[in-house]
Nanobody, 120 residues
Framework: HVQLVESGGGTAQAGGSLRLSCAAS????????MAWFRQAPGKGFEWVSG???????YYSDSVKGRFTISRDNAENTLFLQLNSLTTEDTAMYYC???????????????WGKGTQVTVS
């Protein structure tokens, strides 16, 4: 059983920064690809960023240059550094994991319960 727990959300001013963490526990040996998604009220899931076990990173156009994804495999922790925040970044942020290449929400088998980011 794999459990993902996000933390680090909160309230920030526009132009400010937050750092999100996602701690993985349980059997994580097959957690090859990890990603961050977000969902704003009334909207569907939006893919934000991803990283594979080799450290290759991917970003959506909306966050490229502002957010940075990283991964500490030894500690089984995923991070997302959010810089230059705007009100459009307000959403519930979820981390997700997959044993294989994945990019769509349905392709990820493991999900956290989310951490709220509010930008004012």
């Amino acid at each position: 059983h794999v459990q993902l727990v996000e933390s680090g959300g909160g309230t920030a001013q526009a132009g400010g920064s937050l750092r999100l963490s996602c701690a993985a526990s349980g059997y994580t040996a097959n957690m090859n690809c990890m990603a961050w998604f977000r969902q704003a009220p009334g909207k569907g899931f939006e893919w934000v960023s991803g990283i594979n076990s080799g450290g290759i990173t991917y970003y959506s156009d909306s966050v490229k240059g502002r957010f940075t994804i990283s991964r500490d495999n030894a500690e089984n922790t995923l991070f997302l550094q959010l810089n230059s925040l705007t009100t459009e970044d307000t959403a519930m942020y979820y981390c997700a994991g997959s044993a294989y290449y994945a990019g769509y929400p349905s392709e990820f088998g493991y999900w956290g319960k989310g951490t709220q980011v509010t930008v004012s």
